[in-house]
């Protein structure tokens, strides 16, 4: 699979030129101001040659014409911009208005050489965890349902053509054209890691492009940095399809609570706070104190214990194959940091659902489901990593006791599962 | 000639003796406690030079050899050299005297793999007679292995009460900035590719490994054993 997607992708890039970046360097340029910096230089040839006052006076109105329409085009092309404008241009704006900010070098107090930067800060991204346990051996599993095209078609079609590629380069666009001229070339290449429950090690490889995060009194701490993780746009497809069937099958088998909100299709933020807000209304209609007692799972995705899904995932009934496939998914990747004068060497890291991938809400949220259950329906709702508790009774203080009661349960299997609450971010409100 | 060291560099560097027998050269060799820049280099030269016309015109007084070594390591050449040329100074007019003045020097900078560094027509001397020309004599060229190093060039400081203003060139990690050009998707050829993509195969899977040439490929690939 690796070597037909490789040669692929290097037929693709055969057949792509590079990219100039002087073709955009100035979209305000019209043909007018063409002819006019023609004239332009025309005069000034012929008043250096003649060098009469006439000459030289002809030559600066037109140089004073030139500048003055190209002061003109600018405006002009920027109204329209604007007139033009998106939601989606809206930072392109900005750009345009601010300028783009340089990205801020790395100076961390004892990593003087880039090597010892990138050991600093993958430590302080992916810290080390649990080794993992190899998945079992690959076999063709015979209950796992055949891929299909329309599930390649549907996969593609959420995918934004604007989102950035990884490592290879190669954006959606590029992808959905494949598909479009012939359906049986992607479905060849992504059948076999269905069949086999497997996510190839080639498709594992990331890109991580180190950002300075605005306002840091100091940026000597790695802590002061942020990272976007870019996988490649091929493997986000095949998660996506896995996505749909591992879905399918956890809602098919109760594996998700009902309160569970957000990377759900149909549940969206909306939901979640519509349903908190009703729940509230109806239980202050009797006259009843409400309070809701508001938690947030301190680094969740990077908490997700590999062994730990594989037999909730086990024990939840889900096929085999789905169950290899997300240990495999999950185990053995890595990231190559980017950042000035980074050295660019890939690093094997441990970062249990990685933040980039479109099957990791899912993940997490099959993760964390166990928290909701014990509980009564309706006084827990999430919205992915955010819980919110919501009691009433005639008093404040009997709401108190009554969260202090409820909360034990949820926090005692959190740490089951090796993740907590962040003290920082919980909010009591009456 | 002036030249000021920055304060991280002052306990490692040397002072080379008197360059054979040239008295407007002066030569340091700098060594950074770890390697420079994350290179190979663990010291670089700055030869820094006053070189006046002689008598005859044709070679001032600090010879090209002198000025441009050969040599393997980070160097760079900078001072007021006094030779007027088209490449820094784009603008002027050059009399025959000035041609054969620069011809040499640049030719063995070039042979010797050395750059220059000014950009053209930024000028670095401005005379303080009214009458006279400003001009671009100050000079900076680093050889072939301090090139990638080198960030900028500027002569943005405030004067210092000389003609000559004063030049910052600043040296760094080569940046990732020098990104190769990348495909542009959009111009993807698609009447090309379309027949090729048509006609791609993509070979049936291989049954899957036994489970211990499976586990012995996982184990060399993560541990190198």
Same mark, same amino acid.
């Given at each position: 699979m690796s070597e037909s997607l490789d040669r692929l992708v290097a037929l693709l890039k055969e057949h792509t030129p590079v990219s100039r970046?002087?073709?955009?360097?100035?979209?305000?340029?019209t043909p007018h101001l063409s002819i006019l910096r023609r004239e332009y230089h025309k005069a000034a040839r012929a008043a250096r040659k003649h060098d009469s006052p006439h000459m030289r006076k002809i030559a600066g109105s037109c140089k004073a014409g030139y500048f003055e329409a190209i002061k003109a085009a600018k405006s002009k092309h920027w109204s329209s911009f604007l007139l033009t404008a998106t939601p989606q241009s809206l930072w392109t704006a900005k750009r345009f208005a601010y300028g783009r900010a340089q990205p801020r070098f790395p100076s961390l107090?004892?990593?003087?050489t880039p090597q010892q930067m990138n050991s600093v800060l993958l430590e302080h991204f992916f810290p080390a965890k649990e080794p993992f346990s190899p998945p079992p051996r690959l076999r063709p599993n015979k209950s796992a349902p055949p891929l299909t095209t329309d599930e390649i078609a549907t996969a593609l079609s959420?995918?934004?053509?604007t989102s950035a590629p990884g490592p290879?380069?190669?954006?959606y666009s590029t992808w959905k054209q494949v598909n479009k001229i012939n359906p049986s070339t992607l479905l060849h290449i992504l059948s076999p890691p269905v069949l086999l429950g497997y996510h190839p090690t080639s498709l594992k490889s990331s890109n991580g492009v180190v950002l300075d995060k605005p306002g840091?009194?100091?940026?000597?701490?790695?802590?002061?940095f942020r990272i976007i993780v870019l996988i490649r746009t091929i493997s986000k497809v095949l998660e996506r399809i896995i996505a749909a069937r591992l879905l399918a099958a956890a809602r098919l088998r109760g594996?998700?609570?009902?309160n569970q909100c957000g990377?759900?299709?149909?549940?969206?933020t909306y939901d979640a706070c519509l349903t908190l807000t009703n729940n509230v209304r109806t239980l202050q209609r009797p006259r009843l104190k409400v309070s809701s007692l508001f938690l947030d799972i301190k680094a969740g995705f990077d908490n997700v214990d590999n062994n730990t899904l594989a037999r909730i995932l086990r024990e939840g009934g889900i096929h085999s194959y789905l169950v290899s496939w997300v240990s495999s998914f999950l185990g053995q990747r890595s990231c190559t940091l980017i950042f000035?004068?980074?050295?660019g060497t890939p690093a094997p890291v441990n970062v249990g659902?990685?933040?980039?991938?479109?099957?990791s809400p899912h993940l997490f949220l099959l993760y964390v489901a166990?928290?909701?259950?014990?509980?009564?329906?309706?006084?827990m709702i999430s919205y992915v990593d955010d819980f919110a508790l919501t009691v009433a009774s005639l008093s404040y203080r009997g709401n108190i006791r009554r969260l202090q009661d409820l909360f034990d349960k949820p926090e005692r299997k959190a740490s089951g599962l090796g993740v907590s609450f962040s003290v920082a971010k919980t909010e009591l409100i009456h | 000639m002036a030249a000021y060291v920055h304060m991280s560099f002052l306990s490692n560097y040397t002072v080379l003796?008197?360059?054979?027998?040239?008295?407007d050269v002066l030569a340091r060799d700098i060594s950074p406690n770890e390697p420079l820049f994350s290179t190979d280099f663990h010291s670089f030269r700055v030869i820094n030079a006053y070189s006046t016309n002689t008598v005859?015109?044709?070679?001032?007084?600090?010879?090209p050899e002198v000025l441009f070594p050969d040599l393997g390591f980070p160097l760079l050449v900078l001072g007021d050299l006094n030779i007027h040329n088209? !490449?820094?100074?784009?603008l002027r007019h050059f009399s025959r005297r000035e041609i054969l003045s620069w011809t040499p020097y640049f030719e063995k900078a070039a042979e010797s793999g050395f750059a220059l560094l000014n950009p053209p027509g930024e000028y670095t001397r401005f005379p303080l007679v009214g009458t006279a020309r400003p001009s671009v004599i100050d000079l900076s060229f680093p050889n072939a292995p301090l090139l990638p190093l080198v960030k900028s060039w500027e002569a943005s400081l405030p004067s210092t009460g000389s003609d000559h203003i004063p030049i910052t060139i600043t040296l760094a990690t080569?940046? !990732?900035?020098?990104k190769p050009p990348r495909p542009c998707?959009?111009?993807?050829d698609w009447e090309t590719l379309d027949p090729i993509v048509k006609a791609f195969k993509v070979p049936a899977a291989p049954p899957g490994p036994p489970p211990c040439n499976w586990r012995n490929g996982c184990r060399s690939r993560w541990t190198g054993w």
């Open positions: 970046p002087s073709h955009h360097s100035k979209p305000w340029w107090p004892g990593a003087e959420k995918c934004s053509p290879d380069g190669i954006p840091k009194p100091s940026y000597e701490s790695p802590s002061s594996l998700l609570h009902p990377s759900l299709p149909g549940l969206s000035q004068g980074a050295p659902a990685p933040q980039c991938s479109p099957i166990p928290l909701h259950f014990g509980i009564p329906r309706g006084l | 003796p008197k360059f054979k027998g040239v008295d005859d015109h044709r070679v001032h007084s600090v010879s088209p !490449l820094s100074d784009p080569p940046s !990732l900035n020098q998707w959009a111009d993807t």
